[in-house]
């Protein structure tokens, strides 16, 4: 690996080695691992941790065998998205893999919710590391990584993306979806490994990483997430929740907009202009015109210049936007220049009527008229 240039991307993790594009090629052909050393690595032992977690998050933790991988999120009551985790359990020991940003969050939840369950919750980031990878025909074996197997099982995060999880749902309706290849992994590594592991395999930086995932419409806590998410808005009832395991914090929320509701706001993503050499920043406000007037519809939430798509962004806005109008987002300012907005071409990931699934019959009107 050479020397890494920082800025903006996964906070701590270097955005790039000198050429983003080249290392975006190199890491979807599964040739190129991420350097993932500052995520923050929990470890959860003791016989009630799959029943326990399961009880206070979105996914059916239960249904893990060992060696599986999945998905949760942490709901606010009201059902919003607090924390998302990846999930590995190796018989003995369930492996969270949570957004660094939040980590100390969780933890601290996790406690106040422990009551008189048998799990003792560790804080393992100063032994092991995360390093990510596409797995790829002909590219990085996974048998090749000095993966972790502190309980003979090797610690290897197999990102359910890639499908509808049991239990799941799926809002967008393409004819294939993006993230059918968006084949993730994040291999855990004894963090006296890592430099070996660096040495004997390119590297690509977190923008190769985020351009990937921001073309598999692939949503995460950093990016996706603010004060009123919920997971409908970004389709991820299809990898992190489970329709039907039963009461967990949040689940009736989940249960009303799916079956009677409509999700307020829709993911979308977004083709930007690029003519001019800007991309937006994560946040960046996006308007339509209606009647004539440009109203501000929602905001981006991940950016990305993609090696064959150009530039790309994801973004939520207001559901009852026109799914065939442009959108403009705003453009970086700087100093002594004016505002200015970029055209950008929505691709719809939710759609519109999203929810209301449930088949309700209509009941007859008292004193109505019979046939």
Known sequence: MTEATRGPGDPGVPAHYGNPLREQRVLDAGKALVDLST???????????LTWLNSITSGLVTALAVG????????????????????????????????????????????????RARVEILDRTEDLAVIGLL??????????????APNGVPLIWRDPWTHVVDGGWQYSRPETHPGVDFTW????????????VAAAHPAAGSLAA????????RPRELSEVDDHAIPHETDWLRSAVHLNKGCYRGQETIAKVHNLGHPPRRFVQLHLDGSEGFLPEPGAEIRAFRDGEPRIVGKVTSVANHYEFGPIALGLIRRAVD?????????PVGENEEPGWLAAAQEIIVPSDAGSVADIPRLPRIGGRRA
């Open 39 to 49: 995520r923050t690595v929990l470890e959860l032992r003791g016989e009630d941790r």
């Open 68 to 115: 599986d991988s999945g998905e949760t999120l942490v709901l606010s009551p009201q059902g919003r998205i607090e924390h998302a985790a990846g999930l590995i359990d190796d018989g003995v020991s369930l492996w969270l893999l949570p957004e660094s940003s939040s980590a100390e969050a969780l933890v601290s939840w996790l406690l106040k919710m422990r009551f």
């Open 135 to 148: 797995e790829r025909d002909g590219g990085i074996a996974l048998e090749a990584l000095p993966a972790a």
């Open 185 to 196: 992994r994040e291999v855990l590594v004894p963090r006296s490994a890592l430099a070996e």
């Open 210 to 217: 985020e351009a990937l995932r921001v073309a598999a419409w």
């Open 323 to 331: 799914p065939a109008i442009e959108l403009e987002v705003a453009r």
